[in-house]
């Protein structure tokens, strides 16, 4: 049993800085509460702005568990992707596709992972349909022989029904985020001036939070924030850190799209430093991924595929999201992707092999989750 527990998270791509990814947690917590009848109570952040973290105090009939959870979100680059206008959101993002083309990621992505291809090409494909739309409301006159006079109508017409028709159908879809996250894996890939500096202030401050003991050293991700948390802890391998030594890490990504960034020919140093946490003794690193996901690539071995087939590769653990969930809820969001690929950090509905909060602030060790059968509850 674990009674003191150091957790780092790294976040997936998504507007919510380290308090609002503290809320939702409470919120999965309190389901969670609900399911393993158990307690988990979620204290608010604390401690100074360079070491920020909230207090997870979790009890059941046998055991008492207290969990130290540090958020490493990357809000502050999500908000300077998004800050600018659409039409340099929409140039920025489609320079971004053209090279992931370039450096071969876009058709690796469908060698390797058809799925995720596709996820690949939708920002981009329903962007260029509501331009053809566009320009052929605007072109009209000229479709059917009308006098050009008619083009001082037909021209602004066709600009509205694309900048606030097609563009306000975008937002449900949330095209032009996904455009940003394709700008931000490039940069990681590239390792451009804003990505090195947050790796720096974020192992610095995992530094930090690692001074201290505990039962367990865990440190998880979710999707592209595989990405960043390999860049971490990859850098503090290459500082040689004195809070590495002699401790063992459970590394665990969830729906990990680390692949999305290091196939870029450009990832060099991101493929550097897979290899490193990959060959490093004591990091315990398991893939936890679900088929009904198309954010990730599914069943690819993220380090393999990076360039170290020879290293230790990570175990690969499959969960299916209809066994923590209802019925009624997973029949209801099956569909949306994006909300599927969120689920792996939210609360269950019911008991299953995994359960985000159990592992990050239960009594079970992490690593016992490598072993998980997806509809069989653990015991503790």
């Not at 009674?3 to 507007?15: I, N, Q």
């Not at 017409?157 to 931000?184: E, I, N």
């Not at 500082?239 to 401790?247: A, G, H, T, Y």
């Amino acid at each position: 049993m674990i009674h003191r527990r150091v957790v780092l998270h790294f976040p997936g791509f998504e507007p919510l800085d380290a308090e609002a990814h503290r809320q939702r947690y409470q919120r999965s917590a309190a389901q969670a509460a609900r399911v393993w009848e158990s307690r988990f109570a979620v204290g608010p952040m604390s401690g100074t702005p360079e070491n920020a973290h909230f207090i997870v105090d979790a009890a059941g009939d046998v055991w008492v568990t207290s969990s130290e959870i540090h958020i490493h979100d990357h809000n502050d680059l999500i908000a300077s992707l998004r800050r600018e206008s659409l039409w340099r959101q929409i140039a920025a993002g489609f320079r971004a596709g053209l090279a992931l083309v370039i450096q071969g990621a876009a058709f690796a992505y469908f060698r390797h992972a058809w799925r995720f291809g596709l996820f690949f090409l939708f920002p981009y494909l329903f962007i260029a349909l509501g331009i053809a739309i566009g320009v052929e409301i605007a072109a009209l006159p000229l479709t059917i022989d009308l006098h050009p006079l008619w083009l001082l109508l037909s021209l602004p017409l066709g600009y509205a029904a694309f900048r606030y028709g097609w563009m306000r159908l975008s937002d449900r879809y949330h095209v032009l985020h996904l455009l940003a996250d394709w700008r931000l894996a490039v940069a990681i890939a590239e390792n451009g001036q804003e990505v090195a500096a947050w790796i720096e202030r974020e192992a610095d401050r995992a530094e930090r939070a690692l001074v201290t003991s505990a039962d367990e050293i865990l440190v998880t991700s979710h999707s592209m924030g595989a990405s960043l948390a390999l860049s971490v802890i990859g850098r503090l391998i290459e500082r040689n850190s004195p809070v590495l030594r002699d401790r063992r890490i459970t590394f665990v990504t969830l729906g990990g799209a680390a692949l999305q960034c290091s196939l870029l020919s450009s990832a060099t140093l991101l493929r550097h430093r897979i290899g490193l946490v990959a060959r490093h003794t004591q990091v315990d690193w398991f893939d936890i991924q679900c088929l009904t996901d198309p954010i990730h690539l599914y069943k690819c071995q993220t380090v393999a595929l990076s360039g170290h087939p020879d290293a230790p590769q990570p175990k690969l653990v499959f969960v299916r999201f209809k066994n923590a969930m209802s019925a009624e809820r997973y029949g209801r969001n099956r569909r949306d992707f994006l909300r599927m690929h969120r689920q792996y950090v939210l609360g269950p509905d019911q008991k299953s092999g995994f359960d985000f909060t159990l592992m990050t602030a239960g009594p079970l060790p992490a690593l016992s989750f490598s072993d998980l059968h997806s509809a069989r509850p653990p015991v503790f």
